[in-house]
């Protein structure tokens, strides 16, 4: 590889971390970083990269990082130790952490690489594996003017729409709050269409009328036909992780004053989904709690 493609490392090769590497890998001189190293291993020999041995390697020698893990405290593990990433991060690099994180702790991420000269952005995706893979994500950026200029060509191997939402943590707040909506999407379609099921109503026509209406949303027009009324309920995403957007979304609301009953209500009802279906579940299937209760199937 010539000398003049930058070198670039990726710490998490999750369901959508791998393909957002992937594409990174086209464009830089890669470095991966797993838990599980088989897995990173299997991707290097795939896509031409190297495998690093500790968080620590991974980074020595990187102009950007970039990490994809499912909590902000994953993160923070990352960082801590003599083998972790923040040792291997050389002053004027750049940490581009696309965890769905903590807007807090990622402002805490921040002040703490900034004293020793990394800069720092959280970069939140959206657009699903489907995305990751065909380089068609969203990305909210929270990031001070001039490192999201340096982060905008990075973010660009793996993302369409890339928007400056503001300084450090906005990213992942409106991340957060963008996906407690569709909790709360998810919980209202489950519960009118479990009430139109036990009224006799096909929920095929239903939701037809609905989608030419203005109750339509992503749940009625994508998820609803893929997921529920077929009956194949595949798992893409973790109800876990999606409790815990919505949980960040809460804190985002407390913390700037805003009540927010209605998602609160929504917090609750995904936090009992969680507890009643386990942590493996897709985030859809909070319906079929619903239906449980209702005593009914959401299907045609």
């Known amino acids: 590889m010539p000398s003049a493609t930058p070198k670039a490392a990726f710490l998490g090769l999750g369901a959508i971390g791998r393909p957002m590497a992937a594409r990174l890998a086209r464009k830089m001189d890669l470095t991966v970083w797993n838990r599980t190293r088989a897995r990173a291993e299997e991707f290097a020999a795939q896509h031409g990269a190297r495998v690093g041995k500790t968080p620590r390697e991974t980074a020595a020698g990187a102009e950007v990082v970039v990490t994809c893990l499912p909590t902000s405290a994953e993160v923070d593990q990352l960082l801590d130790g003599p083998d972790g990433l923040e040792a291997g991060l050389a002053r004027g690099a750049l940490l581009l952490d696309c965890t769905s994180g903590d807007p807090a702790a990622s402002r805490r991420i921040a002040a703490r690489l900034g004293a020793h000269g990394v800069a720092f952005a959280d970069c939140p995706v959206s657009g699903g594996t489907n995305g990751a893979e065909a380089g068609t994500l969203t990305v909210m950026v929270g990031a001070d003017d001039a490192t999201f200029v340096r982060a905008r060509p990075v973010l660009e191997a793996f993302g369409r729409r890339i928007d400056h939402m503001g300084d450090v943590g906005t990213g992942q707040a409106v991340k957060a709050v963008n996906n407690a909506l569709l909790a709360a999407h998810i919980i209202a379609f489950g519960e009118g269409f479990a009430a139109l099921a036990k009224a006799g109503v096909p929920a095929g026509k239903a939701l037809g009328i609905v989608n030419a209406s203005s109750g339509r949303s992503f749940v009625s027009e994508v998820l609803a036909p893929e997921r529920v009324l077929s009956g ?23 913390g700037n004053g805003v009540r927010g009953p209605l998602l609160h209500l929504v917090g609750e009802i995904f936090g009992q989904a969680r507890a009643a279906l386990g942590d493996a579940v897709d985030h859809v299937e909070a319906i079929r709690l619903i239906e449980r209760e209702a005593g009914v199937e959401i299907r045609g």
Request: net charge positive; no cysteine; charged share 35%.
């Open 232 to 254: 194949r309920w595949p798992r893409t995403f973790r109800l876990a992780l999606l409790e815990k957007d919505v949980r960040i979304a809460l804190s985002v609301l407390d």
